[in-house]
Nanobody, 122 residues
Framework: QVQLLESGGGLVQAGGSLRLSCAAS????????MAWYRQAPGKQREFVAG???????SYADSVKGRFAVSRDNAKNTLSLQMNSLKPEDTAVYLC????????????????WGQGTQVTVSS
């Protein structure tokens, strides 16, 4: 089992910055991939940024050039540096972790945190 706890959300003006963190505990040594998703009211959950393995990153087009995802394996944390924030970035941001055992795809598991609210005012 893996537990994920997000922090760092808050209220910021457009153009400002925030840094989100996700702390993994439990069987965190088994985590392969981690990612950030977000969900705005009335909208579907969407992918924001992720890391495959230890260093291969990917981003949604809407955040490229503004957000940067990083992972500290020693501290079992995933971070998201968000710059030049826009009102449309307002959402609950959720941390996601995937474990892949040697029997993958059998035994694959996906974990979610509770989320942290990010509100960007215009």
């Amino acid at each position: 089992q893996v537990q994920l706890l997000e922090s760092g959300g808050g209220l910021v003006q457009a153009g400002g910055s925030l840094r989100l963190s996700c702390a993994a505990s439990g069987s965190s040594f088994s985590i392969n991939n981690m990612a950030w998703y977000r969900q705005a009211p009335g909208k579907q959950r969407e992918f924001v940024a992720g890391i495959v393995g230890s260093d291969s990153t990917s981003y949604a087009d809407s955040v490229k050039g503004r957000f940067a995802v990083s992972r500290d394996n020693a501290k079992n944390t995933l971070s998201l540096q968000m710059n030049s924030l826009k009102p449309e970035d307002t959402a609950v941001y959720l941390c996601n972790a995937e474990t892949r055992p040697p029997t993958y795809p059998f035994g694959r598991r996906v974990y979610w945190g509770q989320g942290t609210q990010v509100t960007v005012s215009s």
